[in-house]
């Protein structure tokens, strides 16, 4: 079974950073798209970031590009979303997923849906 456990969130002023992690398990870590999706309060659920570590295919939202850095650990089944200068609108509670397709190439106004994804973590930026 397809496993992703999410850790790192928490409280965090604006300007600062936060690092989030997402241990893998029950798949072949380095041919699966692995990365994040957000939900905040009316909001869309939002594709954030994604790799695929063979190929080393990365995907960022707008939203985050120059701000997000998404790496992976191949040893240790682990993907991390390193977030600097965060921003209060990147408040929300964020998922860890998984495919074996580039996931965020689907989502739209109705969000995103990739075929695996773990608990989430809240992240929350005060201004």
């Known amino acids: 079974d397809v496993q992703l456990q999410a850790s790192g969130g928490g409280l965090v002023q604006a300007g600062g950073s936060l690092r989030l992690s997402c241990a893998a398990s029950g798949f072949t870590f380095d041919e699966y798209h692995i990365g994040w999706f957000r939900e905040a309060p009316g909001k869309v659920r939002e594709a954030v970031a994604s790799?695929?570590?063979?190929?080393?295919?990365?995907y960022y939202a707008d939203s985050v590009k120059g701000r997000f850095t998404i790496s992976g650990d191949t040893a240790k089944n682990t993907v991390y979303l390193q977030m600097n200068n965060v921003k209060p609108e990147d408040t929300g509670v964020y998922f860890c997923a998984a495919d074996r397709i580039p996931w965020y190439d689907y989502c739209s106004a109705y969000g995103c849906f990739p075929a695996d994804w773990g608990q989430g973590t809240l992240v929350t930026v005060s201004s």
């Open positions: 790799l695929r570590s063979s190929g080393g295919t990365t």
